[in-house]
């Protein structure tokens, strides 16, 4: 299958486009600046294109930053520490960010005759993400086959929706992912803080996988205490 892959150049995009590409499956990769706190993890996406030897699509969105306003990821409020169940973590949403960029991506998917787009939106998304959950991936899809109904068949892929993030680091091992050269936390400083949700998130992850975490953290042991407070 022919498939346009939505990477940040996060663990779990990059994960999927060695997944499809082990497969045969990835055509290309399209990454979205949409004027993140920092543009860190686009550069890891465009490595991932390098390394898996498929184009790379930027997608400049920058001018809609003052539009998507008061969220930590695209405006000045502060990132918040903790676990994703935490409720101060909805200060990370962007709003429909991820309707816009499959917009897009769908858009590109049909003007080069391509089978699919995916995502890799996964089951540790859904506390806080409206955007990330199974029943937004399905009604996406409904409403691109209206949209390019008689002009193409594109599909919406999302195979870890229902997946934990460990069962993503999981698969990462078996295809022999890099991790190191993946992108997780939200501050983009030199190496991640291991404190925000995503670092704390990904720490967790590695240690329930089995799998060592080749990641460089500000603070290692941050997440235990996280998740014990988000498990009560």
């Not at 949403?93 to 391509?114: D, E, H, K, Y």
């Not at 400083?189 to 329930?208: K, Q, Y």
């Amino acid at each position: 299958m022919n498939t346009l892959l939505v990477c940040s150049g996060g663990l779990d995009s990059v994960v999927l486009a060695h997944d499809l590409s082990a497969r045969g499956d990835l055509a290309a990769l399209i990454g979205f600046d949409y004027g993140q706190r920092h543009r860190k993890e686009l550069g890891f996406a465009q490595a991932a294109a390098r390394r898996l030897a498929v184009p790379y699509h930027p997608v400049d969105l920058t001018a809609i930053q003052g539009l998507l306003s008061g969220s930590a990821l695209t405006d000045a409020v502060e990132v918040p520490d903790g676990h994703y169940a935490e409720a101060t973590m909805k200060a990370t949403i962007v709003p429909n960010r991820n309707a816009i960029m499959l917009t897009i991506a769908f858009g590109l998917a049909s003007a080069r005759g391509m089978d699919a787009v995916a995502i890799a939106v996964h089951g540790g998304d859904h506390f806080i993400y409206p955007d990330c959950r199974p029943g937004f991936v399905e009604a996406f899809d409904a409403m691109q086959r209206h949209a390019l109904e008689g002009y193409a068949t594109v599909r919406l892929m999302a195979p870890f929706v229902e997946r934990t993030k460990a069962d993503i680091v999981r698969d990462g091992a078996r295809t022999g992912t890099p991790f190191d050269e993946t992108w997780s936390c939200y501050r983009g400083g030199e190496i991640h803080c291991g404190r925000c949700g995503t670092c704390v998130e990904r720490r967790e992850a590695f240690a329930l996988a089995g799998v060592e975490d080749p990641t460089v953290y500000e603070d290692r042991d941050f997440w235990r205490g996280a998740v014990e407070r988000a498990r009560g």
